[in-house]
Structure formats: structure tokens, C-alpha cells
């Protein structure tokens, strides 16, 4: 019952449930490993994966297109994950992270010129993370930090200034 359902499975492009039905089918009876089904599994196994990376490589390409950096990036990975050699996905991820940092330090940058510490300071964080130019975002990370311990002093109280003493022309 299983075996067939795997070939229906199959028949309708339904790949996972068709792997499904023959593994169960293997472990009730296992003389369907010497029929060939072990052979037919691994094809089926392979195209999937091919499939996987195609789509993958295609979904990180939109998501880059559009803009959306971080899901690309986080695409290219999950592709590296599962084809560590893929060129395009080292290459993509590469220049991701590099654009992710440029963009962060830049808003670090613009963040510490507007004395917004904490913003500074998380986009330096980010940009480090990142690995970009991590002396210059390390050295904004550091001036913002400074700049609000200095913000957070008490203002020393202005001294009161001494009333005039009326002089008298006698």
C-alpha cells in the first residue's frame, strides 16, 4: 500500500510525500530495497535538492533586487548551508555583508553628528558585526559611549553671584 502510494505521490509531482510513502514502504517490507526503490529514492532525493538550490538562488537574487538585504542575505546563507561551494551564494553573501556595514557605518556616522548616541552606537555595533571598517565603527562606538557618560554628569550649579554692595558717597 505504502509503495503505491509513493508512486501516486510521485505521478502528481508530490516528491517529499512520495520519499515518504517509499521509506515507510522499505520498513514494513524490506525486500524493496533489492527491487530498486533505494536507487529511484536517491534520484528523487537529488532533484529535490537541485530544486532547493534553484529556488533558493533565485529567491536571494529577488530579495537582493528589491532592496531587502537582510532576507537576501539570510537566503544566501541557508543556501550556503546546503551547497557550501555554491559560487554565486559566496560571492552574494560577500558583497551583502560589505553593503549591510557600508550602510551601518554611514548611519553610525550620521547618528553621532546628531549627538543620537544610543543610534550610534547600535549602528557601529552593526557594522561591526558585519566586519566593516570595524577600527572606525569601534572608534564611534567608543566617542558615543563617551558622550553619554558625559551627557549623564549633574550639571555642576551655577554659583550665586554676590549682591552688589551699595557704596556710599559720604
Do not use: C
Not at 61 to 74: T, V, W
Amino acid at each position: 500500500k505504502e509503495f503505491e502510494a509513493g508512486y501516486i505521490h510521485h505521478h502528481h509531482g508530490e516528491y517529499e510525500e512520495a520519499l515518504e510513502s517509499w521509506s515507510n514502504a522499505i520498513a514494513l517490507d524490506p525486500t524493496y530495497k533489492q527491487r530498486g526503490l533505494l536507487s529511484l529514492m536517491s534520484k528523487l532525493e537529488l532533484k529535490l535538492r537541485r530544486d532547493q538550490i534553484a529556488h533558493l538562488t533565485a529567491q536571494g537574487f529577488e530579495q537582493y533586487q528589491e532592496g531587502q538585504f537582510e532576507a537576501s542575505l539570510q537566503t544566501y546563507e541557508e543556501l550556503l548551508r546546503l551547497e557550501p561551494r555554491h559560487e554565486e551564494a559566496r560571492r552574494m553573501t560577500a558583497k551583502i555583508k560589505n553593503q549591510i556595514g557600508q550602510a551601518a557605518l554611514k548611519a553610525a556616522q550620521t547618528a553621532l553628528g546628531a549627538r543620537a548616541w544610543p543610534d550610534a552606537i547600535e549602528q557601529a555595533d552593526k557594522a561591526m558585526q558585519y566586519g566593516y571598517e570595524v577600527s572606525r565603527s569601534s572608534a564611534i562606538k567608543s566617542e558615543a559611549q563617551q558622550a553619554m557618560i558625559v551627557a549623564a554628569r549633574p550639571k555642576p550649579k551655577p554659583k550665586p553671584k554676590p549682591a552688589p554692595v551699595a557704596v556710599s558717597s559720604a
